[in-house]
């Protein structure tokens, strides 16, 4: 009988490579971030807190991360959903107000499976997203999930 | 002197029962649910994940559960009310974040009385609440109250 | 570059298994038992309450589980530590108290590692092992580590 | 007339070399740490988890660290004073749980004054302890307090 199921994800050397390749991110555009990567399953792997960086931006850095692999979506596509009079409006008070429905979480992909997923925050969410996206780019080049 | 009171409530059949024809329902559309049942004062009975369905998705489905029989009401007919200027802006952030106030949560009625509630998560709100009336329907069919 | 890790874990055919295993012996006990499996890092894939179980242990059951995947051990393991003047006197309050810290919840191993567990509460502790003890018989026959 | 007071705390490259130390006594010993370092104020500067390390044991060296700096003293010194018939019976109940009272937190200490903690956790006490305090040699060795 089949009783367990294979599946992938990150460890730790991975998670270092992708917050230094973010926080090289951050660094060129001047910005201080709170740097998370968590497991397939959402736990947290790595995290790093730039100095000076927001205190609450801990917590939100970690949650993106969270939120990305537990919806497997990035986060910045939460927010038209849970807009007033959006399909999803009141997700971000479920489980227990962990989900961020703003830019900054990006899920790794690995033949179409979330392995794992980075989250950043610290700055405009325009810089937030950019800045987790050269983590994830670290991943997978260019976004490709290979 | 009458002392006490009769209740209705459903049972661990009757949870499996409906767990079961929501997940054939999610099958169907092809996603990937989480399915919560809970009794007429919203304990748990039976859960069930689907292989790969969202993780945050498992909370939301129990308190899409929770939030019909707690308000003894479909979780899709509180998302007008708690809108922006509508008379229960707030309700989510209320009971510690577990009311639920999109599609997805059905209580299950016999003879004008709440008697459970099923809740599931994991798909569009439309999925969502496809695959929890096709449980409700395996307790009441076509939603009639009998 | 090594970016990701094999890992195995249960789905929810093999919960499903192991539920109605313990079920079985929780009925030849007679019993009336919560039963909750998770994955191998700790999120609900299946729970059954048997009609008539305590609702304290709803939440005691799911716990046992997690506690038993993130301590990697039989929580009846944890009861001599976690006593007064034991070197994890405490332990129970950390983690949001989710740590349960006797026994009836006991991880499922292959190959030497946890692969998800089972947990359940509902009646004395021996009873909650025993029945515990069968549904994790149903996934590794004898306590062997296959 | 003086209006702010200057303090002391450290930064992420600190935090960085403390972890690196610890992870490496912590690969010595053939464990599987969690690794957490604070600020001053508790607030988290950088985590690691080792591959396979017990996933209760990320809160616990985080609120190992929050443990030593918010109470100023090593965690295990807490140990005694938390028994039943201790002074401070329950302590590990307050600040929502969070205080730790068995080893594995050690404030990092500079002219008498708290600067920052590591919080270790994922083996005995005695290794979490060993481990922790490889991180804090790093910063202050010998336990010295320059």
Do not use: C
Request: proline share 2%; aromatic share 4%; net charge negative.
């Amino acid at each position: 009988m089949k009783q367990v199921n294979t599946v992938e994800t990150i460890g730790l050397d991975t998670a270092r490579t992708l917050i230094d390749a973010a926080r090289r991110e951050a660094e060129t555009r001047e910005t201080r971030m709170n740097i998370a990567v968590v497991s397939h399953e959402g736990h947290l792997i790595a995290f790093e807190k730039m100095d000076g960086a927001w205190l609450a931006s801990i917590d939100i850095a970690i949650d993106k991360a969270f939120t990305a692999v537990s919806l497997q979506t990035e986060t910045a596509g939460l927010a038209e959903a849970t807009q007033p009079g959006g399909s999803l409006y009141g997700l971000n008070t479920t489980n227990d107000g962990r989900l961020v429905v703003f830019g900054g979480g990006i899920p790794l992909m690995r033949d179409g499976t979330v392995v794992g997923a980075i989250g950043v925050s610290g700055s405009s969410v325009e810089n937030d997203v950019a800045v987790a996206q050269a983590g994830a780019d670290a991943f997978s080049p260019g976004g490709r999930d290979r």
